[in-house]
């Protein structure tokens, strides 16, 4: 389902540069029923406040980060069995090419409330470094600049590059090498964030 060209634009990019933004990886009816699909789950008090570090050292930290999430798991919702699918032929198609040898996709719904934000920081934990490759994908039509919101990229020549929440928007880059932030907005803001994982050294 998803077009080879926008596939190989996204190897290329993480390639020769380290990440990639594209625009309707996706199809839109699939993008809009993960929206709703996230509403849906929040409103029922699904989405619990997201921790800060891995395992027992935990902590839920809202002055580090304010979204709340809930991981997907396979056979829950059509929709999100569909966006596990074609996440699955990007993390096949990475392989191919870059030979990452990623296992698998973890990823959550997040929610951010009007304010909240996620101070800078790379995705990779101090103690597994499993994470090789994030990537978020956004759900949230009509987007405009002046809501805030923007995930900053902080990139190696020193620049900065802000990726708007607007739905159908991806961003994929090497969890390792990126340090990120999420700015608050002034309206909800929702994703779907997740990261293809290499086997773990010695834990296997
Ligand atoms: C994260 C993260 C970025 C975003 O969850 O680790 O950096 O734009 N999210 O939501
Ligand atoms: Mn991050």
């Known amino acids: 389902m998803t077009s080879d060209i926008s596939l190989a634009c996204i190897v290329d990019d993480l390639a020769t540069r380290g990440w990639s933004q594209q625009k309707l990886f996706v199809p839109q009816s699939l993008t809009l029923a993960l ?4 509403r849906r789950r929040a409103g029922q008090g699904a989405l619990a406040p997201a921790g800060v570090g891995r395992g027992e050292a935990q902590q839920i930290s809202e002055g580090i980060r304010g979204d709340r999430i809930q991981w997907l798991e396979p056979g829950q919702a059509a929709c999100c069995d569909q966006y596990l699918a074609l996440f699955d032929e990007l993390r096949l198609a990475i392989n191919r090419s870059l030979y990452l040898g990623l296992e698998d996709y973890e990823s959550h719904f997040a929610l951010y409330p009007p304010g909240a934000f996620y101070q800078k920081h790379l995705d990779r934990f101090r103690d597994d470094d499993r994470r090789a490759v994030s990537a978020v994908f956004y759900l949230n039509p ?26 159908g928007t991806l961003v994929v880059f090497l969890s390792a090498d990126l340090p990120h932030e999420v700015l608050p907005a002034t309206r909800e803001r929702l994703s779907l964030t997740g990261w293809f994982r290499r086997r773990g050294e010695g834990l296997w």
């Open 142 to 167: 009509d987007w405009q600049a002046e809501q805030g919101g923007a995930l900053r990229l902080y990139l190696a020549d020193g620049s900065t590059h802000d990726v708007l929440p607007e739905a």
């Open 35 to 38: 929206a709703d699909e996230c």
